[in-house]
């Protein structure tokens, strides 16, 4: 995958494999010991139900994607689901 500036990514829509539109990222974790990425933290769409999306939430209702399930990064993120 070609090297992506986060800041090029806020706001950007997330999207699952399947074409369900999940929401907006938000902001993404890392781990502070290692460095690597951790999750993509989506500000979930109205219209989605979390507990139906197939990812935990954060306690803010944020869906908690792995990093490992990004699959593209083009108009959308897409996401393995």
């Known amino acids: ?3 992506i500036l986060a800041e090029n990514l806020s706001g950007k829509a997330v ?6 539109e999940l929401g907006d990222l938000y ?3 890392m781990d502070l010991k290692t460095g690597g ?5 989506v500000s979930p769409h109205e219209q989605l139900d979390p507990g ?7 306690e803010r209702g944020r869906l908690e994607v792995p990093v490992g399930n ?4 083009k108009d959308y ?3 393995a689901r």
Not at 15 to 20: A, N, Q
Not at 37 to 41: A, F, I, Q, S
């Open 77 to 79: 993120i897409v996401v």
């Open 52 to 58: 139906h999306s197939g990812f935990s939430t954060d």
């Open 27 to 29: 902001n993404i974790t």
């Open 37 to 41: 990425l951790k999750h993509l933290l």
């Open 70 to 73: 990004v699959q593209a990064v």
């Open 1 to 3: 995958m070609a090297e």
């Open 15 to 20: 999207m699952g494999s399947d074409g369900t």
